[in-house]
């Protein structure tokens, strides 16, 4: 996917946002070049990884192939996903993502606790294109 939106292995793996100095206010994705919060006079934006667990805050299925620039093999046949919304646990921001291969909307509640793991969105013979999924933790299980 996007470079520099996540990092690490296994239970070092990481979403990546930033966070400005002046306001504390935190971005994903991540924010380079300016505070987004209006109300803030702007200040430094420094990386930092996000919390790895969350909470579900809303979900839904995919039953189509996106449109470009989604990465995908046209002539497979199209595997529907679950897709979450999940409120972070620390930082309190909502972010979007695909549940682990094998959840379904049926498996899924809001509320749930869940925690990022990385994934892989595609692969072909030359490339294997990384993301980050969402995966129902033992205790939100």
Avoid at 51 to 80: F, K, N
Avoid at 87 to 116: C, H, K, N, W
Wanted: proline content about 9%; hydrophobic content about 40%; glycine content about 10%.
């Amino acid at each position: 996917m996007v470079p520099g939106w996540f990092a690490g292995e296994g239970d070092d793996f990481r979403l990546l946002g930033t966070r400005c100095s002046a306001c504390a206010s935190v971005f994903f994705p991540r924010e380079d070049a300016f505070c987004r919060n209006p109300g803030c006079p702007g200040g430094e934006l420094a990386e930092v990884p996000l919390s790895r667990r969350g909470r579900i805050w809303s979900y839904t299925d995919s039953r189509y192939r996106p449109p470009s620039p989604y990465v995908s093999d046209p002539e497979l046949e199209w595997q529907p996903y679950a897709l979450i919304a999940v409120e972070l646990e620390s930082e309190r921001i909502v972010v979007l993502g695909q549940a682990v291969p094998g959840v379904t909307v049926a498996d899924l509640t809001v509320g749930m606790e869940v925690e990022v793991v990385p994934g892989v969105l595609n692969e072909d013979a030359e490339t294997t294109w990384t993301t980050w999924h969402w995966r129902p933790t033992r205790a939100g299980a």
